[in-house]
Nanobody, 123 residues
Framework: EVQLQASGGGLVQAGGSLRLSCATS????????LGWFRQRPGMGREWVSC????????YVADSVKGRFTISSDNAGNALYLEMGMLKPEDTGTYHC????????????????WGLGTLVTVSS
């Protein structure tokens, strides 16, 4: 069974940094497209950054480009999101996800995802 659990969120001042971690089990990271998405109050799901299976190419949303970095530790079965220069508009619940079916840059309809971690950025 594919399982993912995000952690590392918290309260941080604008301009600060956080590192989110995603513990995974039940699958091999290399075989899946991985990603982080966030849900902000009153808004839908937004893909923040992803790693595509196969070629390992990365996607980074324009809203976080230059500030967030995604990485994976295949041996440790973990996914990370380094978040820097945080802004109040980055506030939201961040989830990690995985999909081995949809041939796209980010997980698609067949994604598996777990409980998120709340990031709150104060101004």
């Amino acid at each position: 069974e594919v399982q993912l659990q995000a952690s590392g969120g918290g309260l941080v001042q604008a301009g600060g940094s956080l590192r989110l971690s995603c513990a995974t089990s039940g699958f091999t990271l290399n075989d899946y497209t991985l990603g982080w998405f966030r849900q902000r109050p009153g808004m839908g799901r937004e893909w923040v950054s992803c790693i595509k299976k196969g070629d390992g190419s990365t996607y980074v949303a324009d809203s976080v480009k230059g500030r967030f970095t995604i990485s994976s530790d295949n041996a440790g079965n973990a996914l990370y999101l380094e978040m820097g220069m945080l802004k109040p508009e980055d506030t939201g619940t961040y989830h990690c996800a995985a999909d081995n079916v949809t041939p796209d840059k980010c997980p698609g309809p067949h994604l598996a995802w777990g409980l998120g971690t709340l990031v709150t950025v104060s101004s």
